[in-house]
């Protein structure tokens, strides 16, 4: 066929589509898609195809246009609905886009516009949708996340692949831009009654607004109260990235005492962060944060290793073999290489394998017991210790418990908190010290405030305790202080046992 002819088929199928489009029109139908177009007579397949390209994807960067990103969003709602799943709508507009199209014109600016499709497409998953809204604003859909968190980490991984520069009309230039975000549907995360596409991408858009109105360069969610929890969160796990390799993290020792002699037999090592501007946080805050980002095992890997090396000074430094405990999360029990880390850090460390205690707890033993007590042979086998954390808030039964080589329990604080004056709490701590011997496990009480606790603990058979009586947990060198401190009154108490003897036999 000759261009000429082409041509005129082309005219041709164009024709005819224009007289569908006025037929349409005269119906009573609002709007029409591709689909009610090709559906003209005699329209043949090359055209068919290129009208569904045009009435669907924006032509200049190839992505999905606004017509079909409206589309792809109800879908998702219905899915949303369907399978109570939760989703995220995002509205992207590139800050002072403008400048780059006066400073090098409008067809690199396009050619910038087409580059930034790419990594927008790139930097997302496949299940989300991107699209271009038209001029300098992009859409995306991201459906089925798990909570606004993720939503957030989207917005935060856009503005960090628009930052990397892009060559462009002979020039490096970054770019910025002003992210507008609304969840659908939860109540609490979304906006009452908005379940139409076009609200929702209106109202991701003022969020933008919102965002440009305050100086551009952000993200924020439709509900600020959410804007500031997930910026929070980010900023936070921005700054836990670095806080190993800056040493600010640091471990903190609690003493644990035999309970009828008094005599510590060894310390928790409990992790603190010293971040700079915020001061000390505690675990209760950045450990489910690293667990949910996978810095847990960089960091989980490093207690190990500097509560071993520690340790080793600690009898370097002359104090006596103390057991150090060092906890244990899910997801570094998860991970597998537990029993890797632990020998590379007894082999680094040189510290003795029964000066070293892992604390673990019921739901992760329970995750998959088969596997725990695989791994727990084996660790046990290396000669170290290990406790069952938390005892009493989990739900494992005894024929579980009895399959894995544990040595120690831990009753749980919450148990011991009112234990001096609520009986429900004392059947509990009897039951479970009585389990515990039974099984032949040590069995610790922990977060024990009080002498009245202690007494009472002492006279259920308790075998030893933790918590403020002895002392709240301390940095390294407060710790050597303060054994220093107890053999010292130990040894006096012992030195004036001697003297009375002395006077006694003298006498
Ligand atoms: P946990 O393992 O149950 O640790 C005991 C917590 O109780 C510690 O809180 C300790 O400071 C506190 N405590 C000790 N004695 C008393 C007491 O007499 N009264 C009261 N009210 N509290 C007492 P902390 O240090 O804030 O740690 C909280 C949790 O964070 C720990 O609970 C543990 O689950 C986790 N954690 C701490 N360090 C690490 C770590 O290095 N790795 C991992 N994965 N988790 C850690
Ligand atoms: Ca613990
Ligand atoms: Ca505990």
Redesign the pocket.
């Known amino acids: 066929m000759s261009k000429e002819e082409l041509k005129h088929g082309l005219y041709d199928e164009l024709a005819k589509i224009c007289e569908r489009i006025i037929e349409l029109e005269k119906s009573d139908r609002k709007g029409f898609s591709a689909d009610d177009l090709v559906c003209a007579d005699g329209v043949n397949g090359d055209a068919k195809e290129l009208i569904r390209a045009l009435v669907t994807i924006d032509p200049l960067t190839g992505l999905a246009n606004f017509a079909t990103f409206k589309d792809r969003v109800q879908e998702a709602v219905d899915r949303c609905d369907r399978d109570e799943e939760l989703m995220a709508v995002v509205f992207l507009d590139l800050d002072h886009f403008s400048d780059i199209n006066d400073d090098l014109g409008h067809s690199e600016g396009d050619k910038l516009l087409k580059m930034i499709a790419g990594r927008l497409a790139q930097c997302t998953r496949k299940i989300d949708h991107v699209a271009r809204m038209g001029g300098d604003e992009f859409l995306l859909l991201a459906p089925g996340i798990e909570g606004a968190q993720d939503a957030g980490t989207l917005a935060h991984r856009i503005r960090r692949t628009l930052a990397k520069p892009f060559a462009v009309g002979g020039k490096e230039v970054s770019l910025t831009c002003s992210i507008g975000i609304v969840l659908y549907p939860f109540a609490d995360h979304g906006i009452d009654g908005v379940t139409d596409p076009q609200s929702l991408i209106k109202h991701a858009a003022m969020t933008a607004e919102q965002v440009k109105d305050l100086g551009r360069n952000g993200f924020q969610f439709y509900d600020s109260k959410i804007s500031e929890e997930v910026t929070n969160r980010i900023a936070l796990e921005q700054d836990l990235s670095v806080a190993l390799e800056n040493n600010e993290l640091i471990?903190?020792y609690?003493p644990k005492a035999n309970i009828s002699t008094g005599e510590v037999i060894g310390m928790?090592?409990?992790?603190r962060w010293e971040h700079p501007e915020r001061g000390l946080i505690?675990?209760?805050e950045f450990?489910p944060l690293a667990e949910s980002c996978g810095l847990?095992h960089p960091i989980?890997s490093w207690?190990i290793r500097e509560a071993c090396r520690q340790n080793k000074e600690f009898i370097a430094n002359g104090l006596p073999h103390l057991r150090v405990s060092?906890?244990?999360?899910a997801a570094?029990f998860r991970k597998q290489n537990l029993i890797e880390v632990v020998k590379a850090a007894l082999g680094s460390s040189q510290l003795d394998p029964s000066d070293l205690e892992l604390?673990l707890t019921e739901s992760m033993l329970m995750h998959d017991p088969e596997l725990a007590v695989i791994v727990l042979t084996k660790l046990h086998k290396f000669g170290v210790s290990l406790s069952l954390?938390?005892f009493g808030t989990g739900y494992s039964s005894l024929s579980a418990l009895r399959r894995f080589p544990l040595d120690i329990l831990k009753i749980d604080?919450s148990f011991i908190k009112d234990l001096s004056d609520n009986h429900d709490d004392i059947a509990i701590a009897r039951a479970i010290i009585r389990l515990g011997h039974s099984l032949g496990m040590t069995v610790i009480a922990?977060?024990?405030?009080s002498e009245e606790h202690m007494e009472c603990l002492a006279r259920e058979g308790c075998d030893e305790i933790?918590?403020?009586?002895l002392s709240?947990?301390v940095p390294p060198a407060e710790f050597e202080q303060l054994i220093r401190d107890r053999l010292d009154a130990e040894a006096l108490t012992d030195l004036e046992i001697d003297e009375i003897s002395d006077l006694t036999s003298a006498g």
């Open positions: 471990l903190y609690q928790e090592a409990l992790i505690s675990p209760m450990i847990i989980g207690v060092v906890n244990v999360s570094q604390e954390d938390d604080q922990e977060g024990v405030e933790q918590g403020y009586l709240r947990p």
